[in-house]
């Protein structure tokens, strides 16, 4: 009987040893979930936040867009040119997509108020020249009148 309770004391503690190991392995992984989660955490709260400021971009732009169409509006009634515009704009999806349309479109702005400079400053030499002539041709009149 002796040796029955010396093996079972001993089997209990192995089992006790194996509890207590198991339990060391437990609070490990317990520890390694936990960190994990932080981390799982952490990151989805940073690509909502960064969402969130995709989509607040987008909605500024969009607003200065809608913004700057609405100008045009005033100035620029025809029904199917908007229309056309408006389509473009209800297609852009990204905040990428949005950015280099604007890039496009300030470019193409900037061209057209260099043209429109150029035509001015063509328009005002064509004034000067016309006006002299015009003066040119008064005094050649002005002359051949008083000659007669």
């Known amino acids: 009987m002796t040796q029955e309770i010396t093996e079972w004391l001993a089997e209990i503690q192995v089992l006790q040893q194996q509890v207590t190991e198991l339990q060391k392995e437990r609070d490990a992984a317990w520890e390694s979930a936990e960190k994990w989660r932080l ?20 909605a500024s732009l969009k607003a200065e867009i809608n913004r700057l169409q609405g100008i045009e509006q005033r100035q620029f009634q025809d029904g199917a040119a908007l229309a ?16 280099a349309k604007l890039i496009a479109t300030l470019k193409e702005r900037d061209r ?25 041709a008064i005094d050649s009149l002005a002359r051949q009148h008083s000659q007669q």
């Open 39 to 58: 981390l799982y955490n952490t990151e989805a709260e940073q690509r909502r936040r960064d969402a969130q400021l995709s989509q607040q971009a987008i």
């Open 84 to 99: 056309a515009i408006e389509k473009q704009v209800a297609q852009i999806t990204s905040v990428e997509e949005l950015k």
């Open 112 to 136: 057209l108020q260099q043209a429109l400079k150029a035509e001015q400053d063509d328009h005002a030499q064509t004034r000067r020249n016309l006006t002299t002539a015009l003066g040119d």
